[in-house]
């Protein structure tokens, strides 16, 4: 899903995403268990992001979440081989909370605030950025969860699964290592202007029109394409 990056799989027809689009654009729709009336869809690759540890990281994911759930809200989930602490788990989707919660084993790693994702039918791009002991739940650029004592060890090396929710998916990036401020800045223009963020998926805009005025003031590429 990234280019020249790893290939997600899923070789059991009925678990694999239905196509569809965001911003005109090709995108995944993973069904929740419902839908389509099949089992959870499931991409699943793995190698990626094995034995984190304690060190940095980032993920990047556009998503439109289409309805919420009770029940299946595991969006990302990296999982333990053997003993150990557990399965890595990001969890988008709920319909209680309708926020995003990051957990490792029993332990809750970060949850951003209630209601911090109670939309359907709009485009997010969401990042989760750690640098040191620092933690970070972007929404569009906006810092809206950080915490400053992430230490958990996140040494998972099983799959790692994405998309059992009810949603299109965009975009998933993920890196072992330290993605600083201004790399982060020049995805979120770059994605802004991709599938058009901050809007439903079915409003079309072009390149060069797409995700304006959506990303915070302080990213110096809010409203032009970083150049390289």
């Known amino acids: 899903m990234v280019p020249g990056g790893a ?27 419902s839908g389509r009336g099949a089992a959870t869809d499931l991409l699943t690759d793995g190698d990626l992001m094995d034995n984190i540890g304690t060190g940095d990281f980032y993920f990047g994911f556009v998503v439109s979440i289409d309805a919420f759930s009770l029940n299946t809200f595991t969006f990302v989930q990296k999982t333990q081989e053997g003993f150990g602490t557990g399965n890595f788990v990001i969890q988008l989707g709920d319909s209680t909370n309708k926020r995003l919660r990051i ?11 209630n209601d911090s994702f109670n939309e359907t039918d709009k485009t997010y791009f969401i990042e989760i950025v750690r640098i040191g002991t620092t933690l970070t739940v972007y929404k569009n650029g906006e810092n809206i969860k950080q915490v400053t004592d992430s230490t958990d060890n996140i040494s998972q090396t099983g799959d790692l699964t994405i998309g059992s929710i009810n949603c299109k998916l965009g975009e998933f990036i993920c890196r072992k290592g330290t993605v600083k401020d201004k790399q982060r800045q020049i995805i979120e223009a770059l994605m802004a202007r991709k599938w058009n963020i901050g809007f439903a998926p079915t409003q079309l805009k072009s390149r060069s029109k797409g995700g304006l005025n959506v990303l915070p003031a302080g990213n110096r590429f809010r409203n032009s394409l970083p150049s390289f």
Not at 7 to 33: H, K, Y
Not at 103 to 113: A, E, K, S
């Open 7 to 33: 290939d997600f799989a899923q070789s059991t027809s009925n678990l694999q995403p239905a196509l569809t689009t965001i911003n005109g654009l090709t995108a995944l729709a993973p069904d929740g268990a």
């Open 103 to 113: 957990t490792n084993g029993l332990q809750t790693v970060i949850t951003t605030d």
